[in-house]
């Protein structure tokens, strides 16, 4: 399902193994959006928040995996909005507050919403979150930044290049000549707007596989919304029709 | 003046509007849901209000749906070998040049159409609480998605047929639902065999 604005889109690449893991991407989040700090207790991990939250639009997961050459193998990787195209909060929300913006980000409109939270079960990476006025809120690849040609405010503070801005297409064809094994987001749900570089399997680095909008949601999306329209059309017509060619019903004419 | 019977009681026929009122105005906010409507979302103020009114008109019908039960559940639930019939000539619909068997107070299209409105409006009420109240079961919310639009389509068909079916499609049959009353020379032909059961034939 190629974007019409395929050539336009942008994207955010990660590459984990260039993350030190030092969370100014977070600050810088922060920073721009206006977001308040969250108060949090030691869960055992680095990892803080421990997930996105309506303060935070974006975190560092810091994955421990196995390793046999060191007690402690850290995957840092950047968790936020993944930016699909075919995006499953845009195609649920009832209201119109989530749109995509001509570069491609999945921005919201926090006025329009209603907060009635569709977007949420919509949503394959489990992303929005609601804040304390049950508004959505979500990372929005800081659509007011990039639609001025300056690149979102987690990128512009990344100090080693784990977080890169720019034209969708060159990103990931720069990374697949780097010779990483996996691109994640190439492709899934009409391609992400959040694509990551990584040397080894996604399951590793906690990325969840063939993610999907529930089949529920397409189905309603792809059938039931036309049908409403198509039933309520056709059974009018049919009425008229009926009227014409048969005709009301008249109580003397069964007499005969 | 003809003699007259009387059909629809008159608290029948305050919740049949309250029912019709609210189902359409439902109809109505529920497309402006689906398909972004912002100049419906402006009438009321917006999506948010549009959604608060929703919701409680939704409340609305859900209480005239169970009181409609103990009007029609009972009778739309019963049927007979006429009302076979009744299906092989089409009601009488499709052709008048057929003999439509005799019918009770009800034909079985009426009775079906009126279990239809009370599966589906029980679904599409049910499901309307899941969506509302029931936010952050993701299984239940799904679920109660996929079930209000089901029930949705059922609605956008056969609102259309039934005001159709009332009015132009029968004339004399709307003020059933106005006054309540039928000329008994009328009621003779459409129901005879509820005036037998009532003394009048």
């Known amino acids: 399902m190629a974007n019409e604005n395929s050539k336009n889109r942008k994207a955010i690449l990660v590459t984990p193994e260039l993350c030190i893991g030092c969370r100014a991407c977070q600050v810088a989040c922060k920073s721009w959006n206006q977001l308040p700090g969250i108060k949090t207790k030691n869960n055992g991990s680095y990892q803080n928040p421990p997930d996105l939250a309506s303060a935070a639009y974006n975190i560092i997961r810091y994955n421990e995996v196995p390793s046999q050459e060191n007690p402690v193998r850290w995957l840092f990787v950047s968790r936020r909005c993944m930016h699909c195209d075919d995006a499953g909060c845009i195609k649920i929300c009832p209201s119109g507050a989530l749109y995509k913006t001509a570069e491609g980000a999945v921005a919201f409109d926090r006025d329009k919403c209603i907060g009635c939270k569709l977007c949420v079960n919509a949503c394959p990476f489990d992303v929005p979150r609601y804040d304390a006025d049950g508004k959505i809120t979500k990372c929005h690849l800081c659509f007011d930044r990039i639609g001025a040609g300056m690149s979102p405010a987690c990128v512009k503070t990344c100090p080693t290049g784990a977080l890169k801005f720019g034209d969708r297409e060159e990103l990931i064809g720069t990374a697949k000549n780097e010779g990483f094994a996996t691109i994640y987001g190439d492709q899934d749900l009409g391609g992400l707007g959040s694509v990551y570089a990584f040397k080894e399997e996604p399951k590793l680095y906690g990325m969840i596989e063939n993610p999907a909008i529930p089949s529920s949601v397409n189905f309603w999306h792809t059938y039931l919304k036309p049908l409403s329209v198509i039933g309520l059309g056709g059974v009018v017509a049919a009425a008229a029709i009926h009227y014409l060619a048969i005709g009301p019903h008249k109580d003397n004419e069964e007499e005969v | ?201």
């Open chain 2, 1 to 201: 003046m003809a003699e007259m019977v009387r059909k629809e009681s008159g608290g029948a026929i305050l919740n049949h509007w309250m029912l019709a009122i609210s189902c359409i105005l439902l109809i109505i906010t529920g497309f402006a849901f689906l398909f972004h409507l912002d100049s419906v979302g402006a009438v009321f103020g917006g999506y948010e209000t549009m959604k608060t009114v929703h919701n409680w008109v939704g409340v609305v019908f859900g209480v005239s749906l169970l009181f409609t039960m103990f009007q029609y559940l009972g009778d739309s639930l019963k049927y007979d070998a006429d009302d076979a019939e009744w299906f092989k000539v089409a009601g009488g619909y499709l052709s008048h040049k057929v003999k439509v068997p005799p019918m009770g107070k009800h034909n079985p299209g009426q009775k079906l159409y009126y279990l239809g409105i009370a599966v589906f409006g029980v679904a599409i009420a049910l499901s309307g609480l899941g969506i509302w109240l029931m936010k952050d079961n993701a299984t239940i919310m799904l679920l109660s998605h996929l079930v209000h639009n089901v029930a949705f389509i059922f609605f956008c068909i056969m609102v259309p047929v039934h005001i159709y079916l009332s009015t132009l499609a029968n004339p004399g049959t709307l003020q059933i639902m106005t006054t309540g009353m039928v000329p008994l020379e009328l009621a003779k032909k459409r129901y005879p065999k509820w005036m037998k059961a009532i003394g009048k034939m």
